[in-house]
């Protein structure tokens, strides 16, 4: 029954005589329609009954039983004086029918489906007055980038209609496109009304764009440090430039934080369940004992590891290290303090050549 509700539907976007409506349709021959039943009533056959119909449903904003009436007015037999009232009706109707689409550009991750799904909503405007046309048939197709979408949809009793976007595979220029339509099928042909189309922009977002918590593991000689001053450090650069930061955890758990720097799923999702953000930085610093020259003087050697993990996909997105950095003084303990205040210095200035390629991850 579906198939005759949508063929008689969209004849009235074909046989619009001479008005201009008719340059607003377009036929694309690829694709074939959802069908849903009991969709939209038949109206009686004389033309007069037919157009009777037709207004009680517009009035009872019905835009989808109305066209079908009046297409059908159009084509009965009858009272040929009424042509011209019916003409009117029709395009009056398809003047007023709009859509829009709801927020129509949103960040997405790579590799992720979005959160939300895409909503296009179709309505018939009187005045200042909106009125949603439901049980209506609308396509979404990606026309940039890859993704993979729910396809088909009908406006529900507000006139939206709905596609979710189950992942997004690859960006074109930085962006997926995906427009959406009024879909419908005649006599084996397809076809959308051009003045409904919608855009849908997805834009990549980076990891800048990202807020980061940063985890940090900072041992000196044997000597787990409770309080980092070079991890703040390299958490204050990545604020100064420009990134959303959230203060994170000093860990003291080793084992815990090696496991979730190799990427084990049970270790991150520990973290993922204390820190509210995607994004987890890493960050691992230790200086150890290198060698004495004499009673009272001591070198010592660091290293710096920065991983930054998306915990929900369990991969590293950025990777920074600085590695053999040395440092002297009285003490063991004073020999890797320097060393690690040496290589928090030499490791900044390193992540200031990578800022331009961290923006774009």
Request: net charge negative; charged share 30%; aromatic share 10%.
């Amino acid at each position: 029954m579906m198939k005759n509700v949508l063929c008689i539907f969209a004849v009235i976007l074909l046989i619009s005589g001479c008005t201009s409506n008719e340059r607003a349709i377009k036929a694309q021959k690829d694709e074939t329609p959802v069908k849903e039943k009991d969709v939209i009533e038949f109206a009686p056959s004389d033309k007069e009954e037919l157009l009777k119909k037709a207004q009680i449903f517009q009035k009872n904003r019905d835009y989808g039983n109305a066209l079908i009436s009046i297409v059908r007015a159009e084509r009965a037999e009858g009272n040929t004086a009424l042509n011209n009232e019916i003409s009117q009706l029709k395009n009056n109707l398809i003047e007023n029918l709009n859509s829009r689409a709801i927020d129509e550009a949103m960040a997405v991750e790579p590799d992720r489906e979005l959160k939300v799904p895409l909503e296009y909503m179709v309505f018939y405007k009187e005045g200042e007055l909106i009125y949603p046309a439901f049980n209506i048939p609308v396509s979404f197709e990606v026309v940039k980038g890859k993704a993979r979408i729910t396809g088909r949809s009908f406006t529900n009793t507000n006139g939206v209609a709905e596609c979710e976007v189950l992942k997004v595979e690859e960006f074109e220029e930085d962006e997926v496109r995906i427009i959406a339509n009024v879909y419908l099928e005649i006599e084996g042909e397809v076809f959308n009304i051009q003045k409904l189309q919608r855009d849908f922009t997805l834009y990549y977002q980076s990891m800048k764009e990202q807020t980061i918590s940063f985890v940090i593991f900072e041992r000196n000689i044997n000597e787990l440090i409770q309080s980092s001053t070079s991890g703040r450090q390299v958490e204050q650069f990545f604020i100064e430039n420009g990134f959303s930061v959230l203060h994170g955890i000093q860990e003291s758990n080793e084992d815990l934080f090696m496991s979730a720097t190799s990427g084990d799923a049970s270790a991150l999702h520990v973290y993922k369940e204390k820190l509210d953000s995607r994004l987890i930085a890493f960050t691992y610093i230790e200086s150890v004992f290198s060698s004495k020259v004499s009673e009272d003087f001591f070198f010592a050697k660091s290293r710096i590891i920065l991983d930054v993990v998306d915990v929900l996909t369990n991969k590293v997105v950025f990777n920074s290290v600085i590695e053999d950095v040395k440092g002297a003084g009285n003490t063991e303990k004073k020999a890797g303090t320097k060393a690690i205040s040496e290589a928090t210095g030499d490791f900044i200035e390193k992540l200031k050549e990578e800022i331009v390629f961290i923006g774009m991850n």
